[in-house]
């Protein structure tokens, strides 16, 4: 990440405008004013803000933390909504500031990866970090964002039937309010109730205890009397004449022994029950109420665009590429040209800029240092090079096929990779002075369709068969001779597809996606897409078949939300996403959305605004953007 650039006290870091109230990180120091920080705050999806009691917020050096709490959130919601009342006429155009590192360069553009505005050298300098980011005009980005709200954010509901809801939301709060209320009357008569249970717990206990004690003082002062007497007439038997005494002192039948007081029992269960249920109670009390919040998932389709190019080429269109700037290129064998289209900003329209003659056919863009390789109909790979006036000149041609080049891959910095009609797949080194030169070649028994490179160099290839060949570079080969490079087989992917395996892609998971066609001369057709996965060994494995499509698989592409994307005959584009399975290890993919369109799909890209590009069979350049936009 690229250092801040203003070190102003009043900057916001992130949109380079200044305030008089910014929010500090304490850990870095950065500021932030409330709209930045009221973006990031809401950058997730609305879905994992709800059930929680603070939000964290980052830094963009990754230094700095804020944890705001509802409170907080609240606070700059209400900061945020007074802002924008008061700049709502106010014309804050971020491509008319100043870069405070450039004198006299304008913010023009906005890296999507920084989140910062920048002007053309921050672009352009190689010791910057942008260099080599996702960089779009700020007026590219104005009508980027204002399509999106005005045009492709798709709700569920409109502003009148969502007040309705928050109406009827408010009106269930209320009730629950209500109810509250009415529960804290329950726990107050039942406190009341307790406190008169316990009055008159206590009254009738002290009432009954007093009569104890009174009967035991009776029969305590009666039998001393007794005993007393007793002693008196054993002593005096032969003395005492009274008749009436000696009868009392033989009168009583029962002699008082002992004692035993007993407790209400089932009043004692009640009240042990009662002093239980309060321990549940006041256990259970920590969360009286929640809130479940309930979201519907937005519609996410790709709608095409009302621009787009016709007829491009007077045939197939072979090759599809974005290059710098924002520029499509696009060849064909039949015409043997190379075009190049660049937006009109203002109008939203792509144009023609430039044409590059030549027997172009397959094409192979190398965005680190900019650089076009092609492949002809002769087997001639032709370098081109961009100058300063924007075209491309071919500087060199490397010979080596004996027939047509089909297919180019890059395998790394200094290797390039080619296959064609010949049967070879050739490897092309360069060297200390940067020129390619052949470095060596694998012979096959069929034409070469595809080939590929695996993040592990590795090379993947089709040929016009249903196997997928893996071939890996012999290390022991190349310490005998530097200048030649030997590919070796490692794996042959075979037993899944009917047809030809007629393209092939690699994720950013190291999965693999080969889709298939029709063999004509044996008139096998293969519409699947097969997914392969690595096992434990860095060997490939069957992991699942796809199936949707009707006709051949012409492209497949990987897409930057992790999903990819296949193209057919079938006129269809789908979008296919990984798919959650229980007590799985490894990832499986469904189907979520479908483009169709009239005429059949043979070349796919994603620009770098996230768009869709195509070229059709009709020898159209289509385009087709999310509905629900991609910021």
């Known amino acids: 990440m690229s250092e801040l650039k203003s070190n102003s006290s009043m900057c916001c870091n992130y949109c380079q405008r200044y305030f008089t109230s910014l929010s500090r990180f304490k850990e870095c120091g950065h500021k932030i004013c409330v709209s930045c920080l009221f973006q990031r705050i809401f950058i997730n999806n609305i879905q994992d803000f709800t059930g929680v009691s603070k939000i964290n917020v980052k830094c963009k050096c990754g230094n700095g933390d804020l944890d705001e709490t509802l409170n907080d959130i609240s606070s700059i919601i209400m900061k945020k909504t007074e802002l924008d009342k008061n700049n709502k006429d106010e014309d804050t155009r971020e491509e008319t500031k100043m870069c405070p590192t450039h004198t006299n360069s304008y913010l023009n553009y906005y890296c999507i990866e920084c989140f910062n505005h920048i002007c053309k050298k921050c672009q352009a300098d190689e010791h910057n970090d942008h260099h080599s980011h996702r960089v779009l005009s700020c007026l590219k980005l104005k009508r980027i964002i204002k399509n999106n709200i005005e045009q492709n954010l798709f709700l569920k509901f409109d502003d009148n039937s969502f007040q309705i809801i928050c109406d009827n939301i408010s009106a269930e709060i209320q009730k629950e309010v209500e109810m509250f209320n009415k529960t804290i009357d329950k726990v107050d008569d039942l406190i009341k109730t307790i406190c008169d249970f316990r009055d008159e717990y206590i009254k009738k206990y002290k009432v009954e205890l007093k009569n104890i004690v009174q009967n035991f003082k009776i029969l305590k002062v009666y039998y001393m009397n007794y005993y007393n007497d007793l002693k008196i007439a054993k002593e005096n038997q032969e003395k005492c004449n009274n008749i009436n005494f000696l009868r009392y002192v033989n ?40 809130a479940h919040y309930f979201f519907t998932e937005g519609k996410r389709d790709y709608i095409m665009e009302q621009n787009y190019l016709n007829k491009v080429h007077e045939g197939f269109i072979s090759s ?4 710098t700037n924002e520029r499509i290129l696009t060849s064909s064998r039949k015409d043997f040209r190379m075009k190049i289209f660049k937006e009109d900003e203002e109008n939203n329209v792509y144009q023609e800029v430039k044409e590059i003659k030549g027997k172009c056919g397959c094409v192979l863009y190398s965005k680190e240092d900019n650089k076009i390789f092609t492949g002809d109909a002769n087997g001639d790979i032709s370098i081109y090079e961009e100058k300063k006036n924007n075209d491309y000149v071919r500087v060199t041609t490397l010979s080596y096929h004996e027939k047509q080049i089909n297919t180019l891959a890059k395998i790394s910095d200094d290797k390039i990779v080619s296959g064609g009609n010949d049967r ?17 070649s694998i012979k096959m028994n069929r034409i070469i369709l595809n080939v590929i490179a695996l993040f592990d160099e590795r090379i993947a290839f089709t040929c016009d068969d249903n196997i997928i060949y893996i071939y890996k570079q012999d290390d022991n080969f190349e310490k005998k001779q530097k200048d030649i490079t030997d590919y070796i087989l490692d794996q042959e992917l075979k037993g899944k597809h009917k047809g030809m395996v007629n393209c092939l892609c690699q994720l950013n998971n190291s999965y693999i996606i080969s889709g298939g066609a029709e063999k004509k001369v044996e008139k096998i057709k293969d519409k699947s897409l097969i997914v392969w996965r690595t096992d434990k060994d860095n060997s490939y494995i069957y992991s699942q078949s796809l199936k949707g499509h009707n006709g051949d698989i012409t492209c497949i592409i990987q897409l930057r939300d992790g999903n990819f994307a296949s193209s057919s005959a079938d006129h269809t584009i789908k979008i296919w996403k990984e798919k959650k399975v229980k007590d799985l290890d490894y990832i499986s993919y469904e189907l979520a959305y479908n483009i169709e369109y009239p005429h059949g799909i043979y070349k796919m890209i994603q620009l770098e605004d996230d768009r869709i590009c195509a070229a059709s069979s009709t020898f159209q350049i289509l385009f087709w953007r999310n509905r629900s936009g991609s910021y």
């Open 320 to 323: 599809l590429v974005e290059l």
């Open 424 to 440: 070879r797949v050739v490897v092309w080194k360069m060297n200390e002075d940067k020129q390619y030169y052949y470095a060596n």
């Open 251 to 290: 009168n009583i039948s029962y002699e008082f022994e002992d004692m035993k007081i007993e407790h209400n029992e089932t009043l004692s269960l009640k009240i042990s029950e009662f002093t239980n249920f309060l321990d549940k109670f006041k256990k259970g009390s920590s969360k009286l109420i929640n």
